[in-house]
């Protein structure tokens, strides 16, 4: 699976970004397809996760309610939609596919990775 991370920016609180997630090659293998965000001096966090088959979406405590993630019926493209951002939003975000049933939170699990895109968030 290959994936490819872009729509990153400089906004200020408050406002929205959308980021895009290219999927390509072995789409079909995908089971979970996550949202990471990576802030300095901070470990790598899931933060939206979306199963591929169907199941309810995923979404840490710190975006539930102003992140939303979605996909098209193609399935080789899926979307972030963040909203009410806040400075503490600010990293890199990848999206990543893991093609097991376990846990959408187990990282390690999450064999294919897209390039990072940066999202700042000015106050």
């Known amino acids: 699976v290959q994936l490819q991370a872009s729509g990153g920016g400089l906004v200020q609180a408050g406002e929205s970004l959308r980021l895009s997630c290219a999927v390509s090659r072995r789409t079909f293998s995908v089971y979970d397809l996550g949202w990471f965000r990576q802030a300095p001096g901070k470990e790598r966090e899931l933060v939206a996760a979306l199963p591929w088959r169907g199941d309810r979406p995923w979404f840490a405590d710190s975006v539930k309610g102003r992140f939303t993630i979605s996909r098209n019926s193609a399935k080789d493209r899926v979307w972030l939609q963040m909203n009410s951002l806040r400075p503490e939003d600010t990293a890199v975000y990848y999206c990543?596919?893991?093609?097991?049933?376990?846990?959408?939170?187990?990282?390690?699990?999450?064999?294919?990775w897209g390039q990072g895109t940066l999202v700042t968030v000015s106050s």
């Open positions: 990543a596919a893991k093609t097991d049933s376990s846990p959408v939170y187990k990282i390690s699990n999450y064999g294919s």
